[in-house]
């Protein structure tokens, strides 16, 4: 069985792939020349959603496509099939990107920032610090990787509420809510935190109205999809004081232009899309996982719904 292996690192990922799966035969490249010649070849498509978009759209076509990234986008454009068998990249992100979340609020509440900036002013800056027990943290997507961060979350007592495409019972969150209540949410959040997808019900979610519900004290964390904040709705808020701060990690555009408003807005700070790299070693157990499920006909991990975008 020959295996595209479209990535950045296809060497890495060959080598893993031979270690785990010798039997495949394996062609990788992140050259769109060689890709669309190794693509004809092979049935079975792994790699970044950026580089493998461009295939479809030549016409060819997998019998089965694992993703390396959790977020599909370019593979759900209005011109490209939807007839084949699409797996994102779950169960892998959970950890890393619990440790990103948990490191902002530390931040946060800690006021690391602040006293880094009292030091190079050489400026004593003796405030104590709030703890995270007690805190209530609102997480909007409570998919894989959202549960996994509520769980991480938990033992330090936070108090937990979600938000998802409707309401639902998910321990260890005290409640999850509907994408229609987070508006009623909002303003009892110390933590507001998007890790939603991008999908149409979700694009523009949080605006100028949103933000004017929040309190005042509240830190904003995007580990979503940019296009789920108006950019200069956030800016606004934090700029009339209606959120504590902010930390964005995906944009709309990315990298973030030159004289972008994200770049000196009062307390933001970016991250630069790098809250949950893929863990190749990961990434390549779920694909041999899928890899024997393909082959008995079963249940994929992490199948894609064309018609809801996840």
């Not at 992140?30 to 978009?53: S, T």
């Not at 609020?105 to 995270?132: G, K, M, T, Y």
């Not at 949080?206 to 509240?218: G, H, I, T």
Request: net charge negative; hydrophobic share 45%; proline share 8%.
């Amino acid at each position: 069985m020959r295996v595209l292996i479209a990535e950045a690192d296809h060497a890495l990922y060959a080598e893993l792939l031979r270690e785990q799966a010798p039997e495949l035969e394996l062609c990788g490249s992140d050259r769109p020349d060689e890709l669309a010649e190794y693509a004809a070849q092979c049935p079975l498509w792994l790699g970044q959603p950026d580089l493998l978009a461009p295939l479809l759209r030549q016409g060819l076509q997998p019998q089965w496509l694992q993703s390396t990234w959790a977020g599909i986008t370019p593979l759900l454009a209005n011109d490209l099939p939807t007839t084949y068998p699409l797996t994102r990249a779950i169960g892998i992100f959970g950890q890393v990107m619990a440790e990103y979340v948990l490191c902002h609020l530390l931040a946060h509440e800690r006021q690391l920032f602040a006293r880094l900036a009292a030091q190079v002013e050489q400026r004593w800056d003796n405030r104590l610090p709030q703890s995270l027990r007690g805190r209530k943290a609102l997480i909007v997507g409570t998919g894989d990787i959202g549960l996994s961060v509520a769980q991480f979350l938990a033992p330090f007592g936070l108090e937990l509420y979600g938000v998802a495409s409707s309401p639902r019972h998910l321990p260890p969150f005290t409640k999850v809510a509907g994408l229609a209540d987070l508006p009623r949410l909002v303003g009892d959040a110390d933590y507001l935190i998007n890790l939603l997808p991008d999908t149409p019900a979700t694009r523009d979610i949080y605006d100028a109205a949103l933000f004017a519900d929040c309190k005042p004290s509240a830190l904003f964390i995007n580990a979503g999809r940019g296009l789920a904040v108006v950019d200069q709705a956030l800016v606004n808020a934090l700029q009339q004081g209606q959120l504590a701060a902010a930390v964005i990690d995906v944009c709309r555009e990315e990298p973030l232009p030159a004289g972008h408003p994200f770049w000196d807005a009062p307390r933001l700070q970016l991250t630069g899309h790098s809250s949950a790299p893929t863990d190749p070693y990961l990434l390549v157990q779920l694909f041999v996982d899928n890899l024997t499920r393909w082959r008995a006909g079963g249940e994929l991990r992490g199948q894609v719904d064309f018609v809801r975008g996840y």
